[in-house]
């Protein structure tokens, strides 16, 4: 285990940092330069009064091998390269930090994220998680989103953009366990930018893909696959094959040695989206051992790591499998058709969360700003440790989403967010004088639906996170999960429901309305003739009577139809909200059709005058205004469309 030897100092307790500063030299060395097993190089930096810190020492090239210091204490530091225990070079006076880093590195404090000064941090961005801008590096795209008020992001070792340093050139071959140069130059590029824009960044490093031979699959292709002459018959055994966690070490060692100096990194992510990997999806009972690798990997990086930076892998899927229980902090992620209730009903228990991709289902959405800022405040609002964070980054500049995240930067900044880290997500009723069309969405995924009675207009926006939209056939193979959805309310006066109906299985479902226990609708979905999901279809629709409605859905087809929406004619108010607060503070979002006179309840705040800055969320401009709390709900006039209230005594 690599030791951090400093008087009065253990691990990243110092209350300050120095550097960075680099030493480079060349060494004389036999086999492989980055396996540790051959050639372990390791620096001790002696600095003043002899305090002495050890760092891993990385292979660059051309028989040189580099360090890279942080220090607890500022000044002049010599460097001892010691390769297999033994003195093999010293440098005197190698390296002078006296520059403090602004705020050393990011933590967990509490149910959130704090750095080494005390100083909150809130992610807000998005992911950058390849090149895939024409003519725009993922460094350039990184420096973008600081620009644009982000100080977070999500980057993936990838083979197809070059990043993925034991992925070979097309065509080309690695030598034993070597890793391949120019990859590492690349990351050098990204942790610069990332430093220069204020942006920290969860450090991908496996992705699914290339353990997956049904989902993203590029096992085809990966060098370790015995078909390419490596050494893995089957990518189900990346998990457990003792040449395979020895080489994912190599790489986890050199990703440390390299890059942990940089407060850039936020966190080291193990895997994306490991639920796709074959370990899982096709062999189930082998998920143990996902789980066994993920903590041996989890204890292997925080034995190597001097400065203790987190670590985290994600899942868009069930995180009670156990693969998460040694991770810092939650990463999952969530494609359905209502992103504010997917995100913002969801609730962490024992360690910080928030969403690390988030994106309507099939792909990107028409309307973008509306579901980005969704994501944003969904997550803000629901007390977790982050925004939600959307991963189409090729959509950005596409759907002119940069002013939506610098009035999102505007609230983190100025609403009183950061010092409540004790404010709890509230149910709200916000109401209208003017009646609007009702629309509620599916929130969750692809499980069983917890809410299959709806009764309108009063629901809470977050609670629809428990009402999957792949709607289960009562007659179909996935009974256990089938149920019909009821939807009630009165009506004042007749109108129409319209059910919005997404892709379609391979094996065909159906619609049948009932509207007070009379039939109105009955549609058969065919199965796509080319085989695999039909996208989307028009909608049901069906009319009611005034006064109490109830509807019943059902599907007796073969296997799920996607019911995405419900919209009911002239039900609901023409605004809606979600927000948290104390008893005290509160931050609320308001938004739809018409904001000019509003009502808020359910605020739990004391009763009294209060101060409101209203920021506007689709542009960060801002205004003043007052309000009296009476029995937990004021009214306020004249908004914008889409709004952030931060309201304080």
């Known amino acids: 285990m690599l030791c951090f030897l400093v008087a009065g100092v253990v691990g990243n307790i110092s209350a300050a940092w120095y550097g960075p500063a680099t030493v480079t030299v060349p060494l004389q060395y036999s086999g492989d330069p980055y396996d540790p097993e051959v050639n372990d190089v390791r620096v001790d930096f002696v600095g003043p009064h002899g305090a002495t810190v050890r760092r891993l020492a990385y292979f660059v090239g051309g028989g040189k091998f580099a360090a890279t210091l942080v220090a607890p204490s500022p000044g002049k530091y010599s460097a001892r390269f010691m390769l297999n225990g033994k003195m093999a070079a010293e440098v005197r006076n190698a390296v002078d930090v006296e520059k403090t880093l602004p705020h050393g590195f990011i933590g967990v ?198 400065y203790h930076h987190l670590v985290t892998s994600s899942s868009s899927e069930s995180l009670n499998s156990g693969i998460f229980d040694d991770v810092d902090y939650y990463q999952p992620h969530t494609y359905p058709a209502n992103v504010l209730a997917s995100i913002g009903g969801t609730k962490f228990k024992g360690k910080p969360g928030f969403f690390g991709e988030f994106g309507p289902p099939g792909g990107p959405g028409s309307n973008y700003n509306k579901m980005v800022r969704d994501g944003i405040y969904g997550g803000m609002l629901a007390g977790h440790a982050g925004a939600g964070e959307y991963w189409f980054w090729d959509q950005v500049d596409r759907a002119k989403l940069g002013p939506s995240y610098l009035a999102a930067r505007k609230v983190i900044d100025e609403s009183g967010l950061l010092t409540h880290p004790d404010a709890k997500p509230w149910t709200l009723n916000v109401d209208t004088p003017k009646r609007a069309d009702l629309q509620v969405s599916a929130g969750g995924g692809w499980e069983k639906s917890t809410l299959t009675e709806l009764d309108l207009p009063k629901v809470d926006v977050r609670a629809l996170g428990g009402w999957s939209p792949y709607f289960q056939s009562l007659d179909g193979a996935n009974k256990t999960w089938a149920s019909p959805l009821i939807v009630k309310f009165k009506a004042n006066e007749p109108g129409k429901m319209q059910l919005g109906v997404g892709q379609i299985s391979a094996a065909g479902g159906t619609l049948t309305v009932w509207v007070n226990d009379k039939q109105e609708f009955d549609q058969k979905y065919a199965p796509p003739a080319t085989g695999g999901r039909r996208g989307v279809r028009a909608p049901a629709i069906v009319d009611f009577p005034a006064g109490p409605v109830v509807v019943r859905i059902e599907n007796h087809g073969k296997d799920w139809v996607r019911l995405d929406s419900i919209t009911v004619s002239k039900l609901g108010p023409a605004a809606n909200g979600h927000g948290m607060g104390t008893r005290n503070w509160a931050l609320v979002r308001t938004f739809g059709s018409d904001t000019s006179d509003v009502k808020i309840s359910g605020l739990e705040l004391r009763e009294g005058k209060y101060k409101v800055k209203v920021f506007d969320a689709t542009d960060p401009q801002t205004s003043d205004k007052q309000v009296e709390v009476k029995k937990g709900a004021f009214e306020i006039k004249d908004l914008p469309a889409d709004c952030v209230l931060a309201i304080r005594k």
Do not use: C
């Open 109 to 306: 404090k509490g149910s959130r994220f704090a750095w080494t000064d005390g100083t909150p941090y809130f992610p807000l961005g998005y992911d950058y998680g390849w090149q895939g801008i024409p003519r725009e590096s993922v460094a350039q795209g990184v420096t973008k989103i600081g620009k644009a008020g982000g100080n977070w992001s999500r980057i993936w070792t990838s083979h197809w953009d070059s990043k993925n340093p034991f992925f070979p050139e097309k065509g080309q071959k690695l030598p034993g366990r070597e890793l391949r140069q120019e990859p590492l130059k690349t990351w050098d590029e990204i942790v610069d930018a990332a430093n220069k824009a204020g942006v920290s960044f969860q450090f991908v490093l496996f992705h699914h893909g290339p353990y997956s031979t049904t989902t993203d699959s590029n096992w085809a292709e990966h060098p370790w696959n015995t078909a390419n002459g490596g050494f893995l018959k089957d990518p189900t055994d990346f998990f457990v094959d003792p040449e395979a966690k020895r080489r994912s070490k190599i790489w986890l060692r050199y990703a440390v040695a390299r890059y942990a100096h940089s407060p850039a990194i936020m966190a080291w992510e193990l895997f994306n989206e490991v639920q796709w990997v074959d370990a899982i999806k096709k062999n189930p009972s082998r998920t143990p051992d996902v789980a066994a690798w993920h903590k041996e990997m989890i204890a292997f990086v925080k034995s190597i790591d001097p």
